[in-house]
């Protein structure tokens, strides 16, 4: 009983070392892992930020540069019904007021006004340079408006929505 114990024991002391070792290699690793994320998230993190930041502070300017050359041009006629009367943004949304004179028009606007407008304006706006901003994050808002004010809809257009005009 003797001989079968020793061989016995030698083999569960080198099983328990075993299991320690692997062990302590698995925590040593665990913590090595989470000290490089924390080192990676303190020093690349604020660099990948200021360099977003500067992008979108670009990405402003030319909206404030774009609405500088446009506003003193508005009120602006884009055809015989509609006419351009502000232009603003909030963020990367450029937003364009329209007025649309409905004492011309030949029937009044239904509930698809704006979808009906969205199909018209889409494929000019994606067929020209305004398709540039729109890929680096800008997007644009339509709002309609008869000359009362009145709410007639509106839609925005982004840059997913030419990648699909295009499909």
Not at 87 to 94: D, E, L, Y
Request: hydrophobic letters at 45%.
């Amino acid at each position: 009983m003797s001989a079968n114990t020793a061989p016995d024991l030698v083999e569960q002391t080198q099983g328990k070392k075993v299991r320690r070792t692997a062990r302590v290699l698995l925590w040593t690793t665990l913590r090595a892992t989470v000290l490089l994320g924390l080192l990676m998230v303190n020093l690349l993190a604020p660099r990948l930020i200021s360099v977003q930041a500067k992008i979108e502070a670009a990405i402003e300017a030319a909206i404030v540069k774009s609405e500088e050359a446009i506003r003193p041009t508005l009120p602006k006629k884009i055809d015989e019904l509609t006419t351009l009367v502000a232009i603003r943004h909030a963020g990367s949304k450029v937003q364009f007021d329209m007025v649309v004179d409905l004492s011309k028009a030949a029937s009044r606007p239904t509930t698809s006004f704006a979808s009906q407008m969205r199909t018209l304006v889409l494929p000019k706006v994606c067929n020209s340079e305004m398709l540039q901003s729109l890929r680096i994050g800008v997007s644009y808002e339509y709002v309609y408006r008869d000359q009362k004010s009145n709410d007639l809809g509106g839609f925005i257009i982004s840059n997913s929505d030419c990648q699909s005009l295009s499909k």
